[in-house]
């Protein structure tokens, strides 16, 4: 048997059952099992990552379970590559973190940290898997514990409405995969991505599963008109349900675009490249006009969330080695950076219980540390030279520019646009007069949430400064 599979199986189970059974008074035990499951998980996967054969362009440490369903539809296989390698080794450094930063969750703790060992688990399996209806399966199972991470542990009354927006919207999409799959067996006879890549389909039948496999995949990222679920999901979700919907859930779009849409139906998206350009810029240009319109800061970071995924989408469609290295690049920077955001305005709102821009100002000179570590990964969203969203975009853009001038042109505007909101932010929230009035006390961070940023610091820089060997992962693709 496959030790990577079989020792990821048991770095999650074990301590799901643990947790289960341990007495509720026991939290703190609760806690620690979680993060050591978590930590052993990023361990061993670093160990493949330092073990990777960056020549080999197919799938490594490959593992199949045979005659546990008597069907090739339902064959159980798995194997990694440089592209789900990345996504996964990004999983298991953002969920230590918000294991370890979610000392602010003081009921249902237990249940909480299920919540969250299922999600890294189900993630792993998606991006680890290689047939298509087990990741059918990883990626609609993921909506039961974030709907209710989103329902029970939201911070407002409409957190409910806002699960429901998350569950069904993802849902809806998923159906169009669904029917793809079924339409996928019948004529394929297996659901295997190796097998599929070497199949060759009809012109019809490229376009036609094109269309059934882009919805779930364009609502996931979301691109627009699919969106207006994300803002809400997270103004309403806790700080580390918002975290873990930006850094790791939005890929599983972006994942998907570039696992099946764009090597199976590779006709699909040349017949329909016009509309993909069309709205992923619309969708780049409204989110970012609307991030700064927004008065409450989630609802800022989600919006400008929308307009750096587009990006990478339009860096996936250019179909060209620049365009998609530049993607998987902004899809790791994004992760980091767009968590550090929502935890910055995680620690305003444990102190002061609201988001609204107005009740804030001057913060520079309560709260030193804190401004410090948000005026860093302000300049990161902004794509600042020496960030990682930098080399993302950058190489992007490059990538956009040798397919269509034009639409590089419209990309560089939503840039343009970033830097606008970014600025204007950080403005508002730190600089000015103090607003005693509404907030009279305050206080800087805390060692747990300066470690947690310092980490997120350290990460980002180095990516702004090495960005060698993510590129050589994003070359070992199928």
Same mark, same amino acid.
């Given at each position: 048997?496959?030790?990577?599979?079989?020792?990821?199986?048991?770095?999650?189970?074990?301590?799901?059952?643990? *947790? @289960?059974?341990?007495?509720?008074?026991?939290?703190?035990?609760?806690?620690?099992?979680?993060?050591?499951?978590?930590?052993?998980?990023?361990?061993?996967?670093?160990?493949?990552?330092?073990?990777?054969?960056?020549?080999?362009?197919? #799938?490594?440490?490959?593992?199949?379970?045979?005659?546990?369903?008597?069907?090739?539809?339902?064959?159980?296989?798995?194997?990694?590559?440089?592209?789900?390698?990345?996504?996964?080794?990004?999983?298991?450094?953002?969920?230590?973190?918000?294991?370890?930063?979610?000392?602010?969750?003081?009921?249902?703790?237990?249940?909480?940290?299920?919540?969250?060992?299922?999600?890294?688990?189900?993630? *792993?399996?998606?991006?680890? =898997?290689?047939?298509?209806?087990?990741?059918?399966?990883?990626?609609?199972?993921?909506?039961?514990?974030?709907?209710?991470?989103?329902?029970?542990?939201? @911070?407002?009354?409409?957190?409910?409405?806002?699960?429901?927006?998350?569950?069904? #919207?993802?849902?809806?999409? @998923?159906?169009?995969?669904?029917?793809?799959?079924? #339409?996928?067996?019948?004529?394929?006879?297996?659901?295997?991505?190796?097998?599929?890549? &070497?199949?060759?389909?009809?012109?019809?039948?490229?376009?036609?599963?094109?269309?059934?496999?882009?919805?779930?995949?364009?609502?996931?990222?979301?691109?627009?008109?699919?969106?207006?679920?994300?803002?809400?999901?997270?103004?309403?979700?806790? =700080?580390?349900?918002?975290?873990?919907?930006?850094?790791?859930?939005?890929?599983?779009?972006?994942?998907?675009?570039?696992?099946?849409?764009?090597?199976?139906?590779?006709?699909?998206?040349?017949?329909?490249?016009?509309?993909?350009?069309?709205?992923?810029?619309?969708?780049?240009?409204?989110?970012?006009?609307?991030?700064?319109?927004?008065?409450?800061?989630?609802?800022?970071?989600?919006?400008?969330?929308?307009?750096?995924?587009?990006?990478?989408?339009?860096?996936?469609?250019?179909? &060209?080695?620049?365009?998609?290295?530049? @993607?998987?690049?902004?899809?790791?920077?994004?992760?980091?950076?767009?968590?550090?955001?929502?935890?910055?305005?995680?620690?305003?709102?444990?102190?002061?219980?609201?988001?609204?821009?107005?009740? #804030?100002?001057?913060?520079?000179?309560?709260?030193?540390?804190?401004?410090?570590?948000?005026?860093?990964?302000?300049?990161?969203?902004?794509?600042?030279?020496?960030?990682?969203?930098?080399?993302?975009?950058?190489?992007?853009?490059?990538?956009?520019?040798?397919?269509?001038?034009?639409?590089?042109?419209?990309?560089?505007?939503?840039?343009?646009?970033?830097?606008?909101?970014?600025?204007?932010?950080?403005?508002?929230?730190?600089?000015?007069?103090?607003?005693?009035?509404?907030?009279?006390?305050?206080?800087?961070?805390?060692? =747990?949430?300066?470690?947690?940023?310092? =980490?997120?610091?350290?990460?980002?820089?180095?990516?702004?400064? &090495?960005?060698?060997?993510?590129?050589?992962?994003?070359?070992?693709?199928?």
């Amino acid at each position: 048997m496959n030790s990577l599979f079989t020792l990821t199986c048991w770095s999650i189970c074990v301590p799901l059952v643990l *947790i @289960s059974i341990l007495p509720r008074a026991y939290t703190h035990i609760a806690r620690l099992i979680a993060y050591i499951s978590s930590i052993s998980l990023l361990l061993l996967w670093s160990n493949v990552l330092l073990t990777f054969n960056f020549s080999e362009v197919f #799938y490594q440490q490959q593992y199949y379970i045979s005659g546990l369903i008597p069907s090739q539809i339902a064959e159980f296989s798995f194997g990694v590559d440089g592209f789900s390698l990345c996504l996964i080794i990004l999983t298991t450094v953002i969920m230590p973190i918000c294991i370890y930063s979610s000392t602010n969750i003081t009921h249902k703790i237990h249940e909480f940290l299920v919540c969250l060992l299922l999600i890294e688990f189900l993630l *792993i399996l998606s991006f680890y =898997t290689t047939n298509l209806l087990f990741f059918y399966i990883f990626f609609e199972s993921i909506l039961i514990p974030m709907f209710i991470i989103i329902g029970y542990w939201g @911070s407002r009354d409409r957190k409910i409405k806002a699960a429901y927006y998350f569950f069904f #919207y993802t849902l809806f999409g @998923s159906l169009f995969m669904l029917f793809g799959i079924l #339409y996928l067996s019948t004529l394929v006879g297996s659901l295997n991505y190796e097998i599929l890549f &070497n199949h060759e389909f009809s012109q019809q039948t490229h376009i036609f599963l094109f269309i059934l496999f882009f919805i779930p995949f364009a609502i996931k990222i979301p691109m627009f008109p699919f969106h207006i679920w994300l803002p809400e999901a997270h103004v309403e979700a806790p =700080t580390i349900g918002s975290v873990i919907l930006a850094s790791l859930l939005l890929k599983l779009g972006s994942f998907g675009f570039l696992r099946f849409t764009i090597p199976l139906f590779w006709y699909g998206v040349s017949y329909f490249s016009v509309l993909i350009d069309i709205l992923a810029v619309i969708s780049v240009i409204y989110a970012s006009l609307a991030t700064i319109r927004q008065i409450d800061m989630k609802r800022i970071i989600a919006y400008s969330s929308i307009a750096h995924m587009n990006l990478i989408v339009l860096g996936l469609f250019s179909l &060209n080695q620049h365009g998609i290295d530049g @993607s998987v690049y902004l899809m790791v920077g994004h992760g980091i950076v767009s968590s550090a955001l929502f935890f910055c305005v995680g620690v305003l709102y444990d102190r002061y219980h609201t988001r609204l821009l107005k009740y #804030y100002s001057g913060l520079v000179m309560t709260m030193p540390l804190f401004t410090t570590f948000f005026f860093i990964f302000t300049l990161a969203n902004m794509s600042f030279p020496g960030t990682s969203n930098f080399i993302g975009e950058f190489v992007i853009l490059t990538g956009i520019f040798n397919r269509n001038s034009f639409i590089m042109f419209c990309a560089a505007t939503g840039i343009v646009l970033s830097a606008v909101y970014s600025i204007w932010l950080f403005n508002r929230i730190c600089f000015g007069t103090l607003k005693t009035k509404y907030v009279a006390h305050y206080s800087d961070l805390t060692l =747990t949430e300066g470690l947690v940023l310092t =980490t997120l610091t350290i990460l980002m820089l180095l990516l702004g400064i &090495n960005s060698q060997f993510i590129f050589d992962l994003s070359w070992c693709n199928i």
